[in-house]
């Protein structure tokens, strides 16, 4: 399966905005249910949000609800994170992920996804 590529990770102020982008050449979208997870040093990955590849239909975690918004490009086949408001807590690698046919039920365990980029850093600092 060709890889995931993420990109967009920067330094960024608090309350300051970034937008993560996941290419996903050789997983339609159609098929595929893409989401984010996090990791931050010496804690253990995080869930961030998920898109659907039935109806577009989006989940995320109560820690970034309102302040991110995940959205795809089928055409283009790409996802996107948009990260507004971004707090000191939000720093991390953030990893896209795939999986066929979901999940949806129990996405935001890690265990539930089977193909995973290489990740990309976002630091939160003044």
């Known amino acids: 399966q060709s890889p995931l590529v993420e990109s967009g990770g920067d330094l960024v102020q608090p309350g300051g905005s970034l937008m993560l982008s996941c290419a996903t050449s050789g997983y339609n979208l159609d098929y595929y249910t893409i989401g984010w997870f996090r990791q931050a040093p010496g804690k253990e990955r995080e869930a961030v949000s998920c898109?659907?590849?039935?109806?577009?239909?989006?989940y995320y975690a109560h820690s970034v609800q309102g302040r991110f918004t995940i959205s795809k490009d089928n055409a283009k086949n790409m996802v996107y994170l948009q990260m507004n408001d971004l707090k000191i807590e939000d720093t991390a690698v953030y990893y896209c992920?795939?999986?066929?046919?979901?999940?949806?039920?129990?996405?935001?365990?890690?265990?539930?996804?089977?193909?995973w980029g290489q990740g990309t850093q976002v630091t939160v600092s003044s």
């Open positions: 992920v795939a999986q066929y046919l979901g999940p949806l039920r129990g996405w935001d365990k890690p265990s539930e996804w089977q193909y």
């Open positions: 898109i659907s590849n039935l109806d577009d239909s989006t």
